[in-house]
C-alpha cells in the first residue's frame, strides 16, 4: 500500500494528504508540550480522547452554524478535515482568570473576570507565540480586519454555547484557545472557519463543584492524574471509547 504523504508534523498532531483534494488527515498523538516545547511528556490515550472530543465539540458547533474544518472522524486517532489556509494568529478567550492572565496582571486565579477577554497571540514557535495586538496583525497583514471580525464574532458565540455546553456536564470553562483557517470555495469567495481542535489540551475545564482541575493544566503542573482527568472529560460527554481506559491506546494496542 502506498504511504500517505505526510505534510506536517506539529507537537500533538500530524496532517497527512487526505484521500481527495481540498482534505487532510489530522492524526492525534498521545505527545504533550508545554511552554513552548521546553517540557515534554506522553499522555498515554490523549490522542484518542481529543479525537473523541474535538469531533464531539466540532459537531455540536456545526450544528449551531458555526463553521470548522472538521468533516467526519476516521478511527480512533484520525479525523477527516478540510484544507485551510491556517491564519497565523490565535484567539484565547477568557471567562475567569487562570495561567498567563493571572500572573500577567497579579490577578488571583479563578477571580471572574468583569467580561468574557480575547487575547490575539501570533503563532510562532521561535518566538514563543508572543501576544499581539489588532495593530500588529492588520499592520504586518498576518490577518484583515474582515478576518478579525469574523474570528471575534465566531470566538464569542463559541464561547456563550460552549460555556453551556460544558456547564450542563458539570464543567467551567475557564478559558481555551481558537485557531481559525481560510476556507475558498468554487467562486474563490473565502470563509472564516474554526479550525485545529477543541479539547482539554487547549481548554482550561474546571470542575464545577470541586474545582478540581480536568484539563493540561494537570501535565504543565505536574498535579498528577493528568489520564484521569482526560477520561473523565470525555466520560462526561458521553465520548469515552466503549472498552474504556482499556482501549485508549488505539490501533497499537491490540496485539
Ligand atoms: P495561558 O493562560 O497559558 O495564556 O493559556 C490560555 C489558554 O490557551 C489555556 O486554555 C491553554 C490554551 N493554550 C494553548 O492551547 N496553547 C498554548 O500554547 C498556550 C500558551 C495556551
Same mark, same amino acid.
Given at each position: 500500500?502506498?504511504?500517505? =504523504?505526510?505534510?506536517?508534523?506539529?507537537?500533538?498532531?500530524?496532517?497527512?494528504?487526505?484521500?481527495?483534494?481540498?482534505?487532510?488527515?489530522?492524526?492525534?498523538?498521545?505527545?504533550?508540550?508545554?511552554?513552548? &516545547?521546553?517540557?515534554? +511528556?506522553?499522555?498515554? +490515550?490523549?490522542?484518542?480522547?481529543? *479525537?473523541?472530543?474535538?469531533?464531539?465539540?466540532?459537531?455540536?458547533?456545526?450544528?449551531?452554524?458555526?463553521?470548522?474544518?472538521?468533516? =467526519?472522524?476516521?478511527?480512533?486517532?484520525?479525523?477527516?478535515?478540510?484544507?485551510?489556509?491556517?491564519?497565523?494568529?490565535?484567539?484565547?478567550?477568557? *471567562?475567569?482568570?487562570?495561567?498567563? !492572565?493571572?500572573? =500577567?496582571?497579579?490577578?488571583?486565579? +479563578?477571580?471572574?473576570?468583569?467580561?468574557?477577554?480575547?487575547?490575539?497571540?501570533?503563532?510562532?514557535?521561535?518566538? /514563543?507565540? @508572543?501576544?499581539?495586538?489588532?495593530?500588529? !496583525?492588520?499592520?504586518?497583514?498576518?490577518? /484583515?480586519?474582515?478576518? $478579525?471580525?469574523?474570528?471575534?464574532?465566531?470566538? $464569542?458565540? !463559541?464561547?456563550?454555547?460552549? !460555556? +453551556?455546553?460544558?456547564?450542563?456536564?458539570?464543567?467551567?470553562?475557564?478559558?481555551?484557545?481558537?485557531?481559525?483557517?481560510?476556507?475558498?470555495?468554487?467562486?474563490?469567495?473565502?470563509?472564516?472557519?474554526?479550525?485545529?481542535?477543541?479539547? @482539554?489540551? *487547549?481548554?482550561?475545564?474546571?470542575?464545577?463543584?470541586? &474545582?478540581?482541575?480536568?484539563?493540561?493544566?494537570?501535565?504543565?503542573?505536574?498535579?498528577?492524574?493528568?489520564?484521569?482527568?482526560?477520561?473523565?472529560?470525555? =466520560?462526561?460527554? /458521553?465520548?469515552?471509547?466503549?472498552?474504556?481506559?482499556?482501549? $485508549?491506546?488505539?490501533?497499537?494496542?491490540?496485539?
Amino acid at each position: 500500500m502506498a504511504r500517505r =504523504r505526510k505534510l506536517y508534523e506539529g507537537k500533538a498532531k500530524v496532517l497527512y494528504e487526505g484521500p481527495e483534494p481540498g482534505t487532510l488527515i489530522q492524526y492525534f498523538k498521545d505527545d504533550a508540550t508545554a511552554f513552548n &516545547n521546553q517540557k515534554k +511528556g506522553i499522555i498515554t +490515550g490523549k490522542g484518542v480522547l481529543n *479525537n473523541r472530543i474535538s469531533e464531539f465539540l466540532m459537531t455540536r458547533l456545526t450544528e449551531i452554524g458555526v463553521p470548522t474544518h472538521f468533516m =467526519r472522524r476516521l478511527n480512533m486517532r484520525e479525523q477527516l478535515v478540510r484544507e485551510v489556509e491556517i491564519i497565523p494568529i490565535s484567539l484565547v478567550v477568557r *471567562n475567569v482568570a487562570a495561567g498567563s !492572565i493571572a500572573k =500577567r496582571f497579579g490577578i488571583e486565579e +479563578g477571580t471572574v473576570l468583569p467580561r468574557s477577554i480575547i487575547e490575539y497571540y501570533y503563532k510562532s514557535d521561535d518566538l /514563543g507565540d @508572543p501576544m499581539v495586538t489588532e495593530e500588529h !496583525i492588520t499592520a504586518f497583514g498576518w490577518a /484583515g480586519t474582515q478576518d $478579525l471580525d469574523d474570528m471575534v464574532a465566531l470566538a $464569542l458565540r !463559541i464561547n456563550d454555547f460552549l !460555556i +453551556g455546553l460544558f456547564l450542563g456536564v458539570g464543567l467551567r470553562l475557564v478559558d481555551f484557545k481558537l485557531e481559525f483557517g481560510r476556507l475558498y470555495n468554487e467562486h474563490d469567495e473565502v470563509q472564516v472557519v474554526v479550525a485545529d481542535e477543541i479539547s @482539554p489540551d *487547549n481548554c482550561r475545564l474546571w470542575d464545577i463543584r470541586t &474545582n478540581e482541575k480536568m484539563d493540561k493544566d494537570r501535565f504543565r503542573r505536574d498535579l498528577g492524574g493528568v489520564e484521569e482527568a482526560y477520561q473523565e472529560v470525555a =466520560r462526561r460527554l /458521553g465520548v469515552l471509547p466503549e472498552a474504556g481506559p482499556m482501549d $485508549l491506546k488505539g490501533p497499537q494496542a491490540m496485539q
